[in-house]
């Protein structure tokens, strides 16, 4: 506990984050890990809950310098019983603001946590997202539309998962932050699946409700947020000085949504998108998460945590 006081202390700005990981998602979230150091070097702390134990006990072993692992057991019991309720899928979901509720529960200094799905990638410091809406509350990273060209099943689509993207959220810990990550968890411990007849998609549908109901929530302004491959055709995408642009501004994450790991050289998509048409950022991110599994198998060689055949199925069609 001393330990732990004494770490809340030390870091006063906002720069922490927590992400899910799962077995199936440990090469990828290692990606992720990987892309916050190169872009913000030590200033940041994550906080990472494994849902399992092989990749908790694997996690255990790295030593990740500004990290730290929470275990299943420092969940409420009632939280923990939805796994045998829930999918896997849906039960990450639910744990969204589980966590980023006892982040801030448990460490009342820390201003702001960040939740980052582990299919984020960085390519430049995501610092100036909170530095340019110092006022808000919730920071939500709305789902640009996919792109003109785009037919009408697909927009239809994307009116159902709902305007925002869960991949990156942020929570102020101040009174209309907390009582914002509070609904939500309540709503995702509900329910938590993909049924649109009833207005649920996931953690993610929920999110249209947060303005109205709460002040000081606010759609993320600062460029080169949420991109992925819902709106990957609008851009233009470049590179300068080692940095990557979209049309005139700079990239600071991607989100490689529907991506898996089915073996050591091949990433495979639940999406539909056409290889040809994908911007050459995904095979710099294949080329991060092979770095990812060389990595384990160095740690570890008996871990396996390529996608299995239900990975591979999308979760609703």
């Given amino acids: ?38 872009v913000m070097g030590d200033d940041f702390y994550i906080f990472i809950h494994c849902i399992d134990e092989e990749s908790y006990k694997l996690f255990k072993k790295f030593s990740w310098k ?3 692992l929470i275990h299943e057991k420092k969940l409420a019991k009632r939280i923990v019983l939805l796994k045998n309720e829930r999918k896997v899928h849906e039960y990450c979901w639910t744990l969204k603001p589980v966590i980023c509720d006892y982040v801030l529960n448990k460490f009342p200094s820390i201003k702001r946590i960040t939740y980052l799905d582990s299919d984020l990638y960085f390519w430049s410091d995501p610092t100036p997202i909170f530095k ?23 927009q239809r689509r994307s009116r159902i998962t709902g305007k925002y993207n869960s991949g990156f959220i942020s929570f102020k810990n101040d009174v209309t932050g907390m009582q914002a990550l509070k609904w939500w968890k309540e709503k995702c411990l509900e329910a938590c699946r993909i049924a649109p007849k009833e207005g649920i998609f996931g953690d993610q549908k929920y999110l249209d409700e947060l303005p109205t109901l709460f002040t000081s929530c606010c759609d993320i302004t600062t460029p080169g947020v949420n991109v992925g491959p819902w709106n990957v055709l609008k851009y233009q995408f470049s590179t300068v000085d080692h940095s990557i642009l979209i049309d005139e501004d700079m990239l600071i994450f991607y989100h490689f949504s529907g991506l898996r790991v089915a073996a050591r050289n091949d990433i495979q998509s639940v999406n539909k998108m056409n290889k040809k048409r994908r911007s050459f950022i995904y095979q710099l991110y294949s080329d991060a998460v092979e770095e990812s599994v060389e990595l384990v198998e160095n740690i570890d060689p008996t871990f396996n945590g390529f996608a299995t055949e239900t990975d591979l199925q999308r979760y609703w069609n």
Avoid: W
Wanted: aromatic share 8%; proline share 3%; hydrophobic share 35%.
């Fill in 66 to 68: 500004n990290s730290k």
């Fill in 1 to 38: 506990m001393e330990s732990e006081i004494k770490m809340s202390k030390r870091f006063d700005h906002e720069n922490f984050f927590c992400t899910i990981l799962s077995k199936t998602r440990l090469y990828q979230g290692l990606a992720l890990l990987a892309s916050l150091k190169k």
């Fill in 132 to 154: 340019n809406q110092p006022d808000c509350s919730v920071l939500l990273s709305l789902e640009e539309k996919y792109s003109p060209t785009a037919n009408q099943s697909i």
